[in-house]
């Protein structure tokens, strides 16, 4: 090699001008090794391949060579990191047998040689360099897209082989795939919890998962267990329902069956019971109603009576007739009456009280049955009957005059002047005036008892 390259540098140096023999030697003195540190072929030939030599033939193929050799090493570099490339043995030592016999002659200074060899290696490590960036774009599409097709093995070697060939950090991406496979293993094993009626523990499984992947099993699950619980609340409560109807809990029975029906409306066992239950209640509300009506007419309560025969009404109309209610409303308002006219009845002097009182008594001699009133009613009759007779006994009443006096009773009206009159009028209380042209009016009260037989007064203006 060294008798190569001395000969090459001495056909050199008879061709370079005499300005450059010094260069010539110190580049021969170096690259025998004399006189301080040998520098490369390639860098000696750079020395001498300057100015008027630089487009000479020989230099021309030089830095051809040089860059043939540039542009395979660059490829070759690249896919040096790479450990079990997507390729075959022998496509690789093929490239690399062709750079290395290129570096072999371009060592030995076949430059033109070396180029087509450098080239050669170049075109095949830029296919393996095309198959690997192929094979990494194909594993990426693997990762992008394994949430969709859930091709989970396929992602993990794809992740293993992207780690081998350097395609950058992968842990992100390994972690979400092993999210998704666990996600996948807690998806099952919520199927398997649900089919064996553990609907809790689906739940807890379907709750856990870390991705989206399974969204749509997931949601399906949820719905089967929600259906699968809703089903067993319905059936606990109508199971509950059965039992308070059957111990006549009628109202505990009905809120059971009517949380039922929310959870299946369309249930003819459900509206089955509530329409049993409706009518139970019913019955039980008349009878309550009827024994408290009962007990009402009994303590002659004839007002609340009245009421509880109109809620009895309100509810089935075929247990009350209107001749109960008639009668309930005709003792009330005579009750009303006798109340409002008793306290009154101190005289029949005024017509008004009078003919309140003879229709009060008229209308109670017309009922059917008086007797129904009851005993208070009746003895409140009683008592105005007697004071109404007692009153209704009219007394002689004698006024004596002066023949001059204007003289009126009140109630009652003008008696003009008289000297003597005779009047029948009713026990009670009265007002005589006497009334002269010129003088003051003169009033005086006039009291009749009812034991009186007669009464005699005098009335005059003086």
Known sequence: MKQVLKTSVVWRLFRLPSGYLSITVFSTLALLGFGGASIS?????????????????????????????????????????????????????????????????????????????????????????????????????????????????????????LEKWGAGDVASDRSDVLSMIADKDDLERARVSLAAGATEGAKEALMGLRTDVFSRERKDLLDRISSIEADAEFSRLVSLGASSLQDKKYSSAKNYFLKAK??????????????????LQRSVQIEALQNERARMLSDQNFLRALELTEQLEAIDTSVVSGEQKELLRNVIEIERQLDLLQPQLTSLSSSRLRRSVEQLISDFNAAAEPQKF?????????????????????????????????????????????????????????????????????????????????????????
Do not use: M
Not at 264 to 271: A, E, F, L, M, R
Not at 443 to 460: C, K, N, P, Q
């Open 41 to 161: 072929h390639a860098q000696e030939e750079l020395l001498w391949c300057s100015g008027s030599r630089a487009s000479s033939p020989l230099c021309v193929e030089f830095r051809e060579a040089l860059e043939a050799r540039g542009r395979a090493s660059v490829v070759r570099d690249e896919l040096n990191p790479v450990t079990d490339g997507p390729w075959n043995s022998t496509s690789l030592a093929e490239a690399e047998n062709s750079f290395a016999e290129a570096t072999a002659l371009f060592a030995d200074e076949f430059f033109g040689k070396s180029i087509t060899l450098f080239d050669q290696s170049f075109n095949q490590f830029t296919k393996l360099k095309s198959r690997l960036q192929e094979a990494i774009e194909d594993r990426r599409t693997v990762l992008l897209e394994v949430a969709v097709t859930r091709r989970f093995d396929d992602a993990l070697n794809g992740l293993a082989d």
């Open 262 to 279: 929310r959870l299946d409306p369309k249930s003819v066992t459900v509206i089955t019971n509530l329409e049993l239950i409706a009518k």
């Open 374 to 462: 009851g005993g208070r009613v009746n003895e409140k009759f009683k008592q105005l009957k007697l004071r109404y007779d007692q009153l209704s006994e009219k007394v002689i009443l004698i006024l004596t005059s002066d023949s001059k006096s204007e003289v009126r009773l009140l109630p009652g009206g003008r008696l003009g002047t008289f000297k003597e009159i005779t009047l029948k009028v009713f026990p009670g209380s009265y007002k005589l005036s006497a009334r002269c042209p010129g003088l003051r009016e003169k009033v005086e009260s006039l009291s009749i008892a009812v034991e009186e037989a007669s009464v005699t007064r005098h009335v005059s203006c003086l």
